[in-house]
């Protein structure tokens, strides 16, 4: 009697199989934490809606001093400007709005365009006019710089005058580009985020936050106002990519034309022990590209020196609006 051979499973297929139920498991349980992140920190600021996007922001204070628009840098939100202390500080004397930019925080990213700096510009620019915020100085730390340089170039009439800290002006080689940009890649960039980003982020966000901040210790108001289940939600992960894969050729492009910035004031403000971005070769370099302009740059502060010397960066908002009466904290150090 014949008996047919059964065929042994393909351990390709199994293994395939496999793999397709941990990566839709690890999806699940992202969505979820994102989910529980949101819910345990809800937006504490109002809504506008601009260029296609929903914008949540903080809105306080009031005054005939200049109103002031904060613009955080990659991973964090409005949030840190409140961590800080410069939010507080400001509110004293001005209207105050700190966006969650597109992708971070509570604000939508619509994934119709390519949200550069010059899109995001585009997006303030009409959330300006929404609030009715007539030529504010805008403050912008770090990856934010690039949105504030880009809208006062585009639309220097909307601007009164610009205060840049930490920023990242020219296109210099940067080894996180490569490291934090594949989340930003179609279709893989959308496994990556609902998988081993959020695994990935949680491992390494730790030692990233710590180089932010060094060579000072990392404040606990940080870590409470800017939580990492924030940070690591697959739709943050894609904002902080899609900035990083943005940043050099953002640089590039505005930095033939940082001399137009001599229209308005500018005030430029670093650390010297920034290790995330090197002061010499970007905050003394826009200074010597943009006549007119003030330089401080401060030793014994790294990249998060709005943490670490908010009283500095409100007096060089008073400075730019010329409202400088008397002096809000500790003196300037001159650079």
């Not at 880009?150 to 080894?175: C, E, I, K, M, Q």
């Not at 279709?187 to 990935?200: A, I, M, S």
């Not at 210790?217 to 990519?241: E, I, N, T």
């Amino acid at each position: 009697m014949h008996h047919q051979a059964r065929s042994s499973p393909d351990p390709w297929l199994a293994l395939g199989l496999g793999s397709a139920a941990l990566l839709g498991a690890l999806a699940l349980k992202a969505n979820a934490d994102a989910g529980r992140a949101e819910r345990a920190n809800p937006p504490r600021g109002r809504f506008v809606t601009a260029a296609g996007a929903r914008l949540h922001c903080l809105d306080r204070g009031a005054g005939g001093a200049p109103p002031v628009v904060l613009l955080h840098g990659n991973a964090v939100d409005a949030e840190d400007w409140v961590a800080s202390g410069v939010f507080r500080l400001l509110a004293r004397r001005h209207r105050v709005v700190a966006f969650d930019r597109p992708g971070f925080g509570h604000s939508d990213r619509p994934r119709d365009r390519v949200w550069n700096a010059a899109a995001q510009a585009g997006a303030v620019a009409e959330a300006l006019d929404r609030l009715g915020l007539a030529r504010p100085i805008l403050v912008a730390q770090s990856w934010g710089t690039l949105v504030a340089a880009a809208l006062a170039l585009d639309r220097p009439d909307l601007v009164g005058g610009l205060v840049l800290v930490s920023g990242y002006h020219y296109p210099t080689a940067r080894a996180d580009v490569a490291l934090f940009s594949p989340p930003a890649l179609p279709v893989l960039g959308d496994v990556l985020r609902y998988t081993v980003g959020p695994l990935v982020g949680r491992a390494i966000a730790p030692g990233m936050v710590r180089r932010m901040f060094a060579p000072l210790p990392v404040p606990a108001r940080f870590d409470a106002a800017v939580p990492r289940s924030m940070m690591l939600r697959p739709s943050q992960l894609r904002a902080a990519a899609e900035d990083a894969a943005t940043m050099i050729p953002d640089a590039r492009a505005a930095s033939a034309r940082y001399a137009e910035l001599s229209r308005i004031p500018v005030a430029i403000l670093a650390g010297q022990e920034d290790g995330i971005v090197e002061p010499e070769r970007h905050a003394r370099r826009l200074h010597e590209d943009i006549p007119g302009s003030t330089l401080r740059i401060i030793s014994g502060i790294g990249h998060m020196m709005h943490h670490a010397a908010p009283e500095l960066v409100a007096e060089a908002v008073e400075e730019v609006g010329g409202t400088a009466a008397a002096p809000v904290g500790a003196a300037a150090v001159p650079a």
